[in-house]
């Protein structure tokens, strides 16, 4: 029972232009969300989060946006570098069980 | 380094043997956690330790799989009997009391002949 999803798993984007990344999930008790990135090799580093009382959260080029209504989450990278090629990973938990749950991941590649 | 260390960072080893995992979280954290990325998936949660309290084991797979917690610092990950199945990356976290973000190492590369 995959209870986070990341239906797209690769995309590719211009240089400059802006990325998003979309995640799915079904648990309404989640009620903490965290975007991560990773590259090849190395562990994934944590990239932005967003709680549930909110609908956005931003942090210079990235962006969360969260539906609670649709359960769904967005992250938008604009405008978007090639070091932000790399693979995306959504994570939701909440609160009280600091155990994540993760999706499946998004490759995302960004074109010169 | 004051990031999430793991040892050793690729592991082959044959079909029934056993193997030992080792994780050294950030100075301070007092969560720590182990997961696993098989090919083409997700990370799965496998256990949780958070201070002395009793760990979150429910995620381990089998009873081949185990883990302890010494001083409430480094981590072992200990995996009997090794299966093909047991191929994946092992990959070990840590956070501050009751928070996130979890701080992930690089990961132990397991792979089962």
């Known amino acids: 029972d995959q209870q986070v999803k990341q239906n797209s798993p690769s995309l590719s984007v211009q240089e400059g232009r802006i990325s998003i990344l979309n995640c799915d999930y079904t648990?309404?008790?989640?009620?903490?969300f965290l975007w991560y990135k990773k590259y090849p090799a190395e562990g994934p580093t944590f990239l932005i989060s967003?709680?549930?009382?909110?609908d956005k959260n931003e942090d210079g080029r990235f962006t969360v946006f969260l539906n609670k209504s649709a359960k769904h989450l967005s992250l938008h990278i604009v405008p978007s570098q090639p070091g932000d090629s790399a693979v995306y990973f959504c994570a939701a938990t909440n609160f009280g069980n600091e155990k994540l749950t993760f999706g499946t991941g998004t490759r995302l590649t960004i074109i010169p | 380094g004051a990031g999430v260390s793991q040892s050793p960072s690729n592991k082959v080893t044959e079909k029934g043997k056993d193997v030992e995992l080792r994780c050294d979280p950030i100075s301070g954290h007092t969560a720590l956690y182990w997961y696993r990325q098989s090919l083409g998936q997700g990370l799965e949660f496998l256990i949780y330790?958070?201070?002395?309290?009793?760990?979150?084991k429910s995620g381990l797979p089998s009873d081949r799989f185990s883990a302890e917690r010494t001083g409430g610092s480094v981590s072992t990950l200990t995996i009997q009997r090794t299966q093909q199945e047991d191929s994946a990356v092992y990959l070990c976290?840590?956070?501050?009391?009751?928070?996130?973000?979890?701080?992930f190492g690089d990961g132990t590369r397991l792979s089962i002949l």
């Open positions: 648990n309404s008790m989640f009620d903490y």
């Open positions: 967003i709680s549930s009382i909110k």
């Open positions: 976290a840590s956070s501050g009391t009751g928070s996130q973000p979890q701080h």
């Open positions: 330790f958070q201070g002395n309290s009793a760990p979150d």
